[in-house]
């Protein structure tokens, strides 16, 4: 069953040289294969994103430019990280709810994903989401 302490940030190999700098990821910097890959920016008037969580889908989220701040909930504890730094990844298991709130308009967010998008891999209900936490405890 995972939990708040399974949400790691991760610090990404960077190459800082005079012309500019690179962040190469590759499936051995992150704990998961990608099968898919997407951004999100021009987040304006609504400036919170996620509300939900994943039955299979584990995520690796990435503040590209700007800031974003990541609140994670295991349905029990509580812990909020800010991505401000694109040589800084947040890695969010399976189980896990989150909401990204976006607190400059220009921020891009990248996001890894194990899975290929399914609308049935996703908890939108907050409520339903501890219900099946605590299902998940009493296996």
């Known amino acids: 069953m995972t939990s708040i302490s399974d949400v790691k940030l991760i610090s990404l190999r960077t190459f800082i040289e005079p012309d500019g700098n690179l962040v190469p990821i590759e499936n051995t910097d992150i704990p998961f294969n990608v099968r898919r890959i997407f951004y999100v920016f021009g987040v304006k008037d609504q400036n919170d994103r996620g509300r939900h969580s994943h039955h299979k889908t ?33 890695y969010i298991p399976e189980m896990i709810w989150d909401e990204q709130i976006y607190t400059t308009e220009d921020s891009i967010l990248l996001v890894l994903a194990n899975t290929k998008y399914n609308i049935n891999d996703y908890i939108e209900d907050y409520e339903k989401f501890k219900e099946l936490k605590n299902d998940e405890k009493r296996r």
């Open 58 to 90: 584990k995520q690796v989220l990435i503040c590209l430019q700007g800031r974003v701040k990541v609140n994670c909930d295991d349905g029990r504890n509580r812990k909020q990280w800010i991505l401000d730094d694109p040589k800084k990844a947040l």
